[in-house]
């Protein structure tokens, strides 16, 4: 039995999502082989003050913007994250290392930026051998404290990431341009036409109308019921879908929303079947979130994007743009005036859209990082001595 030890923050549904999907991988592929915990040490084992302040995460990103953008550039640098490593972040090392001593790991698996270096400490100290992996789930702009040197290797989900990593002094053999991980439901094969009417008439949709999705990463952050009401306002021949996640106040204020017809708007809030929807949408709004970009992608659907973090989700807009996946339409003039161009018959910014995404797509991004970890936890048992191995 491997042992693996997954370490995230719920700081936003990216970081679970990638651990979970990493996980789902390697126990669908080798049933019974692995025993995989998935810890987020602020809210399971941080003391009350750290969980606070990580549950500030979903309000500020929806309410106050600029203060998280603020706080991102401000922590941005080497410096101030080993101020944070040697500080802030001691109270959560303690947490890291207790769960090392207890699940006795073949490998630690990092989803999140401020536990890399935890992780690190926590194994050289307590499991020395076993291998610290770091997995980046932003997309383009890459935080200072996802680069950590120490680490045995570092996945990372760009050629821009790549570039920051080795920047930061992590060796080239240790940097795997391998991409995000997604869900397995969010790889499938694309659905046919007749697929995708059926999976439609399944999620309550019409079969044979465009379809714009709504949504906002599992916080339901960007605006989610001015784009919504815009839309659905507009008298354009389109059948929208809402999907809030967390955000209860966005799922209240729009519970009485209605199409051009008078019927009542597909509304729903956090969801398990978000591939679903993605496979049922002709283009997604939202913002620049880095999960909801991948799975969208892998998917076959543009995006447009209505709002970013500042800090990490900038560099995604100018990515989308400038590989043609998508637009920016911050305004909800400019969503619905794209919308209009992109819904029209035969639309050939929305066929070199349908292009451009599979082109960019990387469905193959979870089973090789699964394959990554499988390898390094398997050569590291091998390699641990007969005295210390464990059963």
């Not at 999620?203 to 784009?227: E, M, N, Q």
């Not at 199409?259 to 283009?283: E, I, K, L, Q, S």
């Amino acid at each position: 039995m491997t042992r693996l030890l997954f370490l995230i923050a719920d700081t936003g549904g990216g970081h679970r999502a990638a651990a979970t999907a990493v996980a789902r991988h390697l126990e669908t592929t080798e049933p019974g082989r692995y025993a995989i915990t998935i810890l987020d040490p602020f809210a399971d084992a941080g003391p009350r003050v750290v969980r606070r302040t990580a549950d500030l995460y979903g309000p500020l990103t929806r309410h106050a913007r600029w203060a998280w953008g603020a706080l991102y550039h401000a922590t941005n640098s080497r410096a101030a994250v080993a101020v944070l490593s040697a500080s802030a972040l001691r109270v959560v090392d303690r947490a890291v290392k207790r769960a090392v001593q207890d699940a006795r790991p073949d490998a630690v698996v990092s989803f999140h930026p401020l536990l890399n270096h935890g992780a690190v400490r926590a194994v050289r100290s307590a499991s020395p051998g076993v291998p610290v992996i770091t997995v980046i789930t932003d997309l383009v702009d890459v935080h200072a404290s996802w680069a950590c040197a120490d680490v045995d290797a570092i996945v990372v989900p760009s050629p821009g990431g790549l570039d920051r990593c080795r920047r930061a002094g992590i060796p080239a053999d240790r940097c795997h341009d391998i991409g995000l991980a997604v869900d397995p439901a969010f790889t499938a094969p694309l659905p046919t036409l007749a697929e995708r009417a059926e999976l439609r008439t399944r999620l309550g949709l019409y079969p044979d109308r465009f379809v714009v999705l709504v949504c906002g990463g599992a916080d339901g952050s960007g605006g989610i019921p001015r784009h919504a009401a815009a839309l659905a306002a507009s008298g354009l021949d389109v059948e929208l879908a809402v999907i809030c996640g967390r955000n209860r106040r966005a799922l209240h204020r729009l519970r009485n929303l209605i199409d051009r017809d008078g019927h009542p708007v597909a509304m729903h809030g956090f969801v398990t079947n978000m591939a679903d929807w993605m496979r049922a949408a002709d283009v997604v709004a939202t913002k620049a979130g880095p999960g909801t970009l991948a799975e969208a992608l892998c998917c076959g659907v543009p995006v447009l994007l209505t709002s970013y973090l500042p800090g990490q989700e900038r560099g995604n807009v100018e990515w989308v743009i400038d590989a043609g996946l998508g637009r920016y339409v911050p305004r909800t003039a400019q969503l619905v005036d794209a919308v209009a161009e992109l819904a029209a018959p035969a639309s050939p910014g929305l066929a070199r859209m349908r292009a451009a995404v599979r082109q960019a797509a990387r469905p193959d991004a979870t089973a090789r990082i699964a394959e990554l970890v499988r390898s390094m936890a398997r050569t590291a048992t091998e390699q641990r001595p007969l005295t210390t191995a464990r059963a």
